[in-house]
Each structure stands twice: as structure tokens, then as C-alpha cells.
């Protein structure tokens, strides 16, 4: 698919999801938890493309929404909570990051599971400071200094989730374009070569597992100030798997992908929960199955398939 | 020394708690470990696995003693549950879903797991509902022991003291032995080392494959089955058990079965040392042991590391 074709369907995306916000109202929440989500997948996609996969990721989200929670109190502007919660995650996952590039494929992903379960635990044993399993909830914040009533700031939300999906969006895909991404992709075929080349894997998997970890702190973010209220279950391995899930769902071949797959994600959770509330999770489970067996490609590669044959 | 003196009967409950409860674990995790070997797919519904061969030794140890049966029937039952568990789940899940999946990409087959986990989540809740399931007959008709510790004695129930690390040693001993000895494990190890060159052996892979998959359906089973009679079901707990045994497979190296006992032993006496000592790290303590041996170890305690393929 052509670079032209792709944005001007993230436009169209994004515009779309703009009309189903006006037309109906409860959406608005679900595209916005959709749009954080596909944040925060973005970054999933960039370690995919390395061959390697995080189970917990959730860690960068958590931190950035318990960040938001903390920071809301002094500074209660949404317009710097946001980039000092996508900081906060980025340097942790510096640090982390620092350990974690030298693992690969099963140990990469156990340690990152692990390192997540490490700070779910610390969320909900320090009642005193984090109160526990009953979670933060955040008061109001305001928009450059304005105070904004409940719709307005739902609206204030979508619209920052939005310009940030499409700027991440576009930095990802012209990364992964860059001889940093062919170097990316490099690390799942045949990393030995690029040592060979004089190319360090660790740092070019390491500087994808930073811009990851800041992209799911900005998707942290957006949950904190859409949900206004945070808990543990935000850092749980199985949030961790959930976006993963989300990188599958929507196909791992584009920047496109992780939305896509997030906004179905969505949309089939809230319908399944109204349908069949005590098995939402297994209709989730039986769509993953689904997609694995008849769609490999996820939903983005449905469309280009479709494209193709046409 | 004097604290030693003063705190001797937590050191020694500690003890005994640890051991028992490594004794679990380390069924899980073997189990995990085996199944690893021969799939390369590490099954995140294992932890499902464990909570559904505890519900079913729940339900069928209870139905079992309301027709009249003496509570020794109890110990039996539990055996029974997890077997019968095993040889109807572990064909089930390996022919229809992860036979079809052999020779995808590692993410895929994850993936594929961790949408079984959902499911089976659900399912259990759906079949044995969402209120705590508790069998304690077993524990009950063995009584408790007064185990000498320097100059004190502990109580401790007889089932914990004897049957949990019991039934640990002899599945080790017998594990060790068939891997060893007999032409069926020596064509599980053939098959773990190197899959193309067994089956060029004439090795049947897809038969041990599915054999090796019941049986560690079976030790799950077991483990879930056994830890019914000290501990509440609740939902949530599949979740629980499957970081951990996944702290204690990475902690051993991928593959080691002596390797896991050791690990479940280490992880084990860690955590029940930090319920007694500091109980807000209990769940740290697994993850924080397991992340200090990758450190100096990458590949495990035991793993043998893989020279680099160019």
C-alpha cells in the first residue's frame, strides 16, 4: 500500500472517529480508551518487528496513569501531566531497557512479565501510599489553564488522543522505513549479521524499547485522564497480554494495524460484556483464536488481502 | 545468633510451609518445563490447567464423601481428578489447537495459548462459579504433627509435612527415570533436542508430542489437584500460578527438571520466609530471585547456553 493511500486512510480513520464520537455519545469513552490502547500497541509493534514480545508492557502504562494520579494533585493540567507521565515511563524503560535488550524471545518476555508483576505487586501491597486494589481516583484537571465541563473534556481527551495516534503513527512508520527499522527487523532474522555489519543490536533494539515504553506511558496517560480513576489491574500480566492480543488483532503489517485492532478490541468487549457478561473474556479468547487460524495477517492484512484480490 | 533464638519457631515454620508449597509449584512448573521442551511453546493456559484440575478434585472429592465414602477416599479422589483432567483436556487442546500451530511464527503460538487462557478462564468460572471451593477432608483425616525443631515443636498438618513433598519427590524420581531409562523417554529427550533429526530417526514426533502434552496436563492437574486440600479456589488463581511457575522455568533454564525442583525449592522457601518476615514482598520475592539468577546466569540455574547460529 502506498505511502499516500496510507494516510489519507488515517485521515479518514481518524475523521471517522470524530463523526462516531459526535453521533453517538458513549462512544466517545470507548474510542478514546481505543485510541490510548493503540498507543501503547504502537510500541508492542516496533518489538515485534525486532522478533521480540513483551509480556508487560502494562509496567509502562501503569506507571504513566499512577504518575498522572500523584502528579495530578499538584500540577492539574492535563498538558503537562501528559508528557511528564510519557517521560517517567520512558526513562524507567530506559533503565529497564538497559537489562532487558540483552535477553531474547522467551527470557525477554519473561523478565519484562516479570519486572510488571513486581510493580502490580508494589501497587497493591503499599496501601498507605497507592491504595491498593481500591485504586486513585483523580480529580479534575484542566486543558492549557481552562477548566472544562464533563463533555467538553471528554472531547479535550479524544482530540489529544488523536493528534498523538497520528503523530506516533507517522514517526513509527517513517523509523520503521529508516535503516534504523530495516536494522529493527534485522534483529528477528538473523541478528549475528548485523553484528557482522557493524550494527549493535542491542542498541537499536533498545532504542525501540524506549520509544515503546514512552508511547505506552502516553497511552497510560490518556486512560488516567479518561478514566479518572486508577488501579493495579492497569499493571497485571494479563493487561500485558491484552495488548498484545491487540497487535495480532490488528496486524503487525502496519502503523495502521494497532488502531484498528484496538477499536475492534474495544467494540467487541463492550458488546460481548452486554451480551454475555459472564464470558466476555471468552468470546475475546475465541476471536483470538479466530484471527490466529484464518487471518494471520490480523484485520490490516483482511483489507490488503481483500485489496489485492480486487 | 539471638535473633535466631528469639524468632527460632518462624524460621522453622517457615520451613515447612516453604517446603510445601515449593512442592506445588514445582509441579506446575515441571510440567511447564516438559511441555516447553518438546513444543518450544511456552503454554500460558498451564495456570488454567491447575485451577481446573483443583476445582475438579473439589467437586468430585465432596461428591464422593456426601454418597457416605470414609475421608481417606479423599487422597485417591485427588489423584483421580487430575489424571482424569489430564487425559481428556491435554489430547483435546493438543490435537485441535496446538498441533495445527507447529511451524508458525513463536508469537503466534503464544498468542494461541494465551486465547485458550482466556477461554478456560471463563469456562471455569461459568461450570464451578466465582464463590471460594474448599476440600479439606484429606487435610483433616491426616491430622497434624508436632515436628521437633531445637528445643520447641510445630504443629504442622501431616498432609503438608508428608504427602504435598511426597508426591513432588516421587514425580521427580519417576520422571528422571523414565526420561532416562526407558525407550519412550529417551524419544521425549530425542524429540526436546533436536525435532527434525528424531523424527529422521524414524521417531514418531506428533505421538510424543501428544503424550508428552497429556502428561503435563496431568502435573498441572495434580499441582491444582493437591493444593485444594491448604488453599480456597478462587477465580483468578490460573492467573496467579502461571507467572510463577514461569519465574521458577526461568530461574531453572529452559528444559532442566532436577533444575526445576531447585527452583521451586529456592522460590518457594523465599516467598513463605517473606509471608513471615515481610509480607508486603510475598509476591515480589519469586520475580525479584528469578531476575538476580538471569543477572549472572541468562540462560538459568541450569540451562546450557546455545552457541549462536550465523
Known amino acids: ?310 | 545468633m539471638s535473633w535466631l533464638s528469639e524468632n527460632g519457631l518462624i524460621v522453622g515454620l517457615a520451613l515447612l510451609d516453604g517446603l510445601s508449597y515449593a512442592a506445588a509449584v514445582f509441579m506446575v512448573a515441571v510440567g511447564l518445563n516438559l511441555v516447553f521442551g518438546v513444543l518450544r511453546v511456552l503454554n500460558v493456559a498451564h495456570g488454567s490447567l491447575f485451577a481446573i484440575g483443583g476445582y475438579v478434585a473439589a467437586s468430585l472429592g465432596l461428591f464422593v464423601l456426601s454418597l457416605g465414602a470414609p475421608p481417606w477416599v479423599g487422597l485417591p479422589v485427588l489423584l483421580a481428578a487430575a489424571i482424569l483432567v489430564g487425559v481428556v483436556l491435554g489430547p483435546l487442546i493438543e490435537r485441535l489447537l496446538l498441533r495445527r500451530m507447529q511451524g508458525q511464527e513463536p508469537v503466534l503460538q503464544l498468542l494461541v495459548t494465551f486465547a485458550l487462557f482466556m477461554i478456560l478462564e471463563d469456562l471455569q468460572k461459568l461450570v464451578f462459579g466465582v464463590q471460594p471451593v474448599v476440600f479439606d477432608a484429606p487435610l483433616k483425616w491426616l491430622g497434624t504433627v508436632d515436628v521437633p525443631f531445637g528445643a520447641d515443636t510445630i504443629p504442622f498438618t501431616a498432609y503438608q509435612l508428608y504427602v504435598l513433598p511426597g508426591v513432588a519427590v516421587a514425580t521427580l524420581a519417576l520422571l528422571a527415570f523414565v526420561l532416562r531409562y526407558t525407550l519412550i523417554g529417551r524419544m521425549v529427550v530425542a524429540v526436546t533436542a533436536d525435532r527434525e533429526a528424531a523424527r529422521a530417526l524414524g521417531i514418531d514426533a506428533a505421538k510424543v508430542t501428544l503424550l508428552t502434552f497429556t502428561v503435563g496436563t496431568i502435573l498441572a492437574a495434580l499441582g491444582g489437584a493437591l493444593s485444594v486440600p491448604t488453599v480456597s479456589l478462587v477465580p483468578g488463581v490460573g492467573a496467579s500460578t502461571i507467572v510463577l511457575s514461569f519465574a521458577v522455568v526461568a530461574t531453572a533454564g529452559l528444559g532442566q527438571i532436577e533444575g526445576a525442583a531447585v527452583a521451586a525449592l529456592l522460590i518457594g522457601l523465599g516467598r513463605s520466609f517473606a509471608v513471615y518476615v515481610a509480607p508486603e514482598f510475598e509476591v515480589v520475592v519469586p520475580y525479584a530471585i528469578m531476575v538476580a539468577v538471569l543477572l549472572f546466569r541468562p540462560q538459568g540455574l541450569f540451562g546450557v547456553a546455545e552457541t549462536r547460529r550465523i
Open chain 1, 1 to 310: 500500500m502506498s505511502r499516500r493511500n496510507e494516510a489519507l486512510l488515517a485521515l479518514l480513520g481518524a475523521a471517522l472517529v470524530v463523526a462516531l464520537a459526535a453521533a453517538v455519545p458513549w462512544l466517545r469513552f470507548v474510542l478514546t480508551i481505543a485510541l490510548a490502547k493503540g498507543l501503547a500497541v504502537l510500541g508492542i509493534l516496533l518489538l515485534l518487528r525486532a522478533g521480540q514480545v513483551s509480556f508487560g508492557h502494562a509496567l509502562y502504562v501503569a506507571l504513566a496513569a499512577y504518575t498522572v494520579a500523584f502528579a495530578g494533585g499538584l500540577v492539574p493540567e492535563a498538558l503537562l501531566l501528559l508528557p511528564l507521565a510519557a517521560l517517567v515511563a520512558g526513562l524507567v524503560g530506559l533503565a529497564i531497557g538497559l537489562f532487558v535488550v540483552r535477553y531474547r524471545e522467551i527470557f525477554f518476555g519473561m523478565l519484562n512479565l516479570a519486572l510488571s508483576m513486581v510493580f502490580y505487586s508494589v501497587l497493591e501491597k503499599f496501601y498507605a501510599i497507592t491504595h491498593g486494589a481500591d485504586g486513585i481516583r483523580i480529580g479534575p484537571v484542566t486543558f492549557l489553564g481552562q477548566r472544562l465541563s464533563g463533555e467538553a473534556a471528554e472531547w479535550a481527551v479524544l482530540g489529544l488522543a488523536l493528534v498523538l495516534a497520528l503523530g506516533f503513527g507517522a514517526l513509527v512508520r517513517v523509523a520503521l522505513l529508516s535503516p534504523w527499522g530495516e536494522a529493527l527487523a534485522g534483529i528477528k532474522t538473523r541478528e549475528t549479521r548485523l553484528d557482522f555489519m557493524g550494527i549493535a543490536p542491542r542498541r537499536v533494539l533498545l532504542i525501540a524499547y524506549v520509544a515503546a515504553s514512552a508511547m505506552a506511558g502516553c497511552g497510560g496517560a490518556l486512560i488516567a485522564l479518561t478514566t479518572r480513576h486508577v488501579t493495579p489491574a492497569l499493571a497485571y500480566w494479563t493487561t500485558s497480554g491484552e495488548l498484545v492480543f491487540i497487535a495480532i488483532l490488528g496486524g503487525a503489517g502496519s502503523v495502521l494495524g494497532p488502531f484498528l485492532g484496538a477499536a475492534a478490541y474495544e467494540l467487541t468487549r463492550v458488546y460481548a460484556a452486554a451480551l454475555v457478561a459472564n464470558a466476555w473474556q471468552m468470546v475475546l479468547g475465541i476471536v483470538l483464536l479466530g484471527v490466529i487460524v484464518f487471518a494471520p495477517g490480523g484485520l490490516w492484512g483482511l483489507i490488503t488481502r481483500g485489496r489485492k484480490a480486487a
